[in-house]
């Protein structure tokens, strides 16, 4: 046998021996577990025998999914408080109880200081008189002049000719309507009235604002108790309530013009009545409910 012969059988005798080990080796491999960039369906149990394993990225993205369906589903079925909105409203007529006048005196002349001196003494014959009537208040009001000059074409005044108008008034205000017709009727043959106005005092004001307030309230209350029972709900809440009140200050009676017309016939006449009339007085809500 030569040494060619002896190195094939030697060889063939090593690949014998040896198979039976490389087969067992080979049959007792762990089996490797595909991994997440795997494009294979998910391994199954046997694979994976813990249980706290992750599962596989296309297994998370399904119960992502459920998830925001269900979220979605669940939105849809929420379900707001319906909104009504309500309004309300009430008016009422209440007698003024408080008076605000002035008397006023007119001067018209050449000498701007003789028709100032004759105004100046009116009013403080006026100012005088009302220590007699503590219940109202007098004060001096305004004092003005101007001069008036001869229009084109008149032929009561010469071209060179200026009249000078003073004029003064003092301010009375009280809620004894008798002593204001008393005082007027004393002053008359001094200033007469120019404005009359008619107002609410502070008490009665207030007590008118209470009463419209509750009342439009309870309407506004009432009116939302209604639309929800109409609407089958069984209680509501009140969100945003606006209020919109229309209380005049006082309100005009008489305005007698030009103060120069009007004193010769008012003289005549021998006073002035007061009567006064009724203010009305009105309080709005509007707002929002939400039924429950």
Same mark, same amino acid.
Do not use: C
């Given at each position: 046998?030569?040494?060619?012969?002896?190195?094939?059988?030697? /060889?063939?005798?090593? $690949?014998? @021996?040896?198979? !039976?080990?490389?087969?067992? &080796?080979?049959?007792?491999?762990?089996?490797?577990?595909? *991994?997440?960039?795997?494009?294979?369906?998910?391994?199954?149990?046997?694979?994976?025998?813990?249980?706290?394993?992750?599962a596989? #990225?296309?297994?998370?993205?399904?119960?992502?999914?459920?998830?925001? $369906?269900?979220t979605?589903?669940?939105?849809? #079925?929420?379900? +707001?408080s319906?909104?009504?909105?309500?309004?309300?409203?009430?008016?009422?007529?209440?007698?003024?109880?408080?008076?605000? /006048?002035?008397?006023? *005196?007119?001067k018209?002349? &050449?000498? /701007?200081? &003789?028709? *100032?001196? =004759?105004?100046?003494?009116?009013?403080?014959?006026?100012?005088?008189?009302?220590?007699?009537?503590? &219940?109202?208040q007098v004060? $001096? #009001? #305004?004092?003005?002049?101007?001069?008036?000059?001869p229009?084109?074409?008149?032929s009561? /005044?010469?071209?060179?000719?200026?009249?000078?108008?003073?004029q003064?008034?003092?301010?009375?205000?009280?809620?004894?309507?008798? +002593?204001?017709?008393?005082f007027? +009727?004393?002053?008359?043959?001094?200033?007469i009235?120019?404005?009359?106005?008619?107002?609410?005092?502070?008490?009665?004001?207030? @007590?008118? =604002?209470?009463?419209?307030?509750?009342?439009?309230a309870d309407?506004?209350?009432?009116?939302?108790?209604?639309?929800i029972?109409?609407?089958?709900?069984?209680?509501?809440t009140?969100?945003?309530?606006?209020?919109?009140?229309?209380? !005049?200050?006082?309100?005009?009676?008489g305005?007698?013009?030009?103060?120069?017309?009007? @004193?010769?016939?008012? +003289?005549?006449?021998?006073?002035?009545?007061?009567?006064?009339?009724?203010?009305?007085?009105?309080?709005?809500f509007?707002?929002?409910?939400?039924?429950k």
């Open positions: 046998m030569t040494k060619r012969h002896f190195s094939i059988l030697a /060889l063939a005798l090593s $690949t014998v @021996a040896f198979a !039976p080990l490389y087969a067992q &080796e080979t049959q007792t491999a762990p089996a490797v577990p595909e *991994t997440a960039e795997s494009n294979s369906a998910p391994a199954t149990t046997q694979a994976f025998p813990n249980q706290n394993l992750v596989p #990225n296309q297994a998370q993205d399904s119960i992502k999914d459920n998830s925001k $369906t269900t979605m589903d669940d939105s849809k #079925n929420d379900v +707001k319906a909104r009504f909105t309500i309004s309300s409203s009430v008016q009422k007529k209440v007698k003024a109880d408080f008076i605000e /006048l002035t008397l006023r *005196t007119e018209g002349g &050449e000498k /701007l200081e &003789e028709m *100032t001196a =004759e105004v100046n003494n009116a009013m403080k014959k006026v100012l005088e008189l009302s220590k007699d009537f503590p &219940e109202l004060s $001096t #009001n #305004n004092f003005n002049f101007w001069k008036e000059y229009h084109y074409g008149s009561s /005044l010469s071209k060179n000719e200026i009249i000078w108008n003073v003064g008034s003092v301010s009375v205000a009280g809620g004894d309507f008798k +002593k204001i017709e008393e007027i +009727k004393a002053t008359n043959n001094i200033m009235p120019d404005n009359m106005n008619f107002s609410l005092s502070q008490s009665a004001r207030k @007590a008118a =604002e209470a009463e419209i307030l509750q009342q439009a309407e506004f209350k009432d009116k939302a108790d209604r639309v029972k109409a609407f089958g709900y069984t209680s509501y009140i969100g945003s309530v606006g209020m919109d009140g229309n209380i !005049p200050d006082y309100f005009t009676n305005n007698f013009g030009r103060v120069v017309d009007a @004193a010769m016939n008012f +003289k005549e006449a021998g006073g002035l009545p007061v009567s006064p009339g009724s203010v009305d007085v009105s309080v709005s509007t707002g929002e409910i939400f039924a």
